[in-house]
């Protein structure tokens, strides 16, 4: 679609998964999408509770839209019939969000597969590489909401790629940063299907950096260190020395972490990190409705509800934090002068 569609309105009567595709088109080109469908698939559900498109059940005028689209066909890899080859799964790391990022040999992977088994952070537009013939399987899991689980998720993996298929776990940021990838490998392991893992552009280091934000810096601060912030401070599921790493002196970034996240900056300040460190919080990085909010540890939680940012969403906790624009700049005239 080569029109140019931002603040247009768009109508799309369509909720199945191959219709997620074409809306996280639609939606990065900046359209204004409305879904129009009695049951969507779990990942236009979660585009809905975020905010980033509107789902209605009933009957609209189609007029008031300027665009409207009833079915959708969303590949671009051609009519080839498919090639069927031994059953096998891969599992593609397919980055932060914009297609643009998934690696090169993700995106052969996603033009050779038979099924592929996606969830709601990875980049649906991408998915307009599959084959026409290619059976897009959606297994979003919204946090307390709608949700595939992990034993259906992995079942699914052993089922088709028994049948024969090549299975593509398309997963969004790298599969084994919090995504569970290595427990997909295992179960495949088990059930004696063969398995290849393509790394994928992490969010911990990717979004912080589409907002500006270097993780390391040199004469700033020598590391970074990346947590869930999944459970929170003192839960007895959760493994992580709040105190030691208060006193780490690198950058922190924390991963679903924005419904903990007050109980974390607590557990920081009370462990001695500075109530005044600089704070960032980038929401649905890598897309073309990201946020990026600046703070401070004491403030983040407080300013984060203020401007209605939920997740998903990465913080980024550290000095490197209060770079910007100017020091940027100044930084890139110090390089220049240093190398002649």
């Known amino acids: 679609m080569q029109l140019n569609l931002t603040g247009r309105s768009v109508l799309v009567l369509d909720g199945s998964a191959p219709a997620a595709v074409t809306v996280s088109a639609l939606l990065h080109k900046r359209a204004l999408v409305t879904v129009a ?27 008031r839209f300027d665009v409207v689209l009833r079915t959708v ?50 980049p649906w537009e ?17 946090p307390y909401g709608r949700s595939t689980s992990q034993e259906q ?11 024969g298929r090549h299975v593509v776990r398309f997963k969004g ?16 392991a088990e059930a004696g299907v063969p398995t290849t893992v393509i790394p994928g552009v992490t969010s911990s280091i990717a979004a ?8 390391t810096h040199r004469g700033l601060v020598q590391g970074f ?20 790493l208060a006193r780490t002196g690198t950058t922190l970034v924390v991963l679903m972490g924005m419904r903990n996240l007050a109980a974390i900056a607590d557990a ?18 890598a897309s073309a409705g990201q946020r990026v909010l600046r703070s401070t540890l004491a403030d983040v939680v407080a300013d984060t509800a203020e401007a209605g940012i939920g997740a998903p969403a990465v913080t980024v906790i550290g000095h490197v934090v209060a770079l910007g624009p100017a020091a940027v700049q100044a930084v890139a005239t110090a390089s220049r002068c240093s190398d002649t």
């Open 173 to 188: 940021g790298d599969s084994y940063v919090f995504g569970r990838g290595f427990e997909e490998v295992t179960a495949c």
């Open 225 to 244: 260190t990346v947590i869930s912030g999944h459970v929170p401070p003192g839960h007895p599921d959760s493994s992580i020395d709040y105190a030691a």
């Open 268 to 285: 920081l300040v009370a462990a001695g990190l500075d109530r005044n460190t600089p704070c960032a919080v980038v929401a649905d990085a």
């Open 208 to 215: 912080p950096e589409l907002a500006g934000i270097p993780v």
């Open 37 to 63: 469908a009695p049951a969507v698939c779990a990942a236009l559900e979660d585009l809905a509770l975020r905010g980033r498109l509107t789902w209605v059940t009933t009957p609209v005028d189609e007029s």
């Open 126 to 142: 991408a998915l307009k590489w599959a084959r026409p013939d290619a059976e897009i399987i959606d297994v979003t899991k919204i």
């Open 73 to 122: 066909a969303p590949s671009e890899a051609g009519s080839a019939a498919a090639v069927r080859t031994a059953g096998r799964v891969t599992l593609v790391g397919a980055g932060p969000g914009d297609p643009g990022l998934v690696t090169v040999a993700g995106r052969a992977a996603v033009k050779q597969a038979d099924v592929i088994l996606t969830d709601r952070l990875a």
């Open 153 to 163: 998720i992995n079942a699914l993996l052993v089922e088709h790629a028994r049948a």
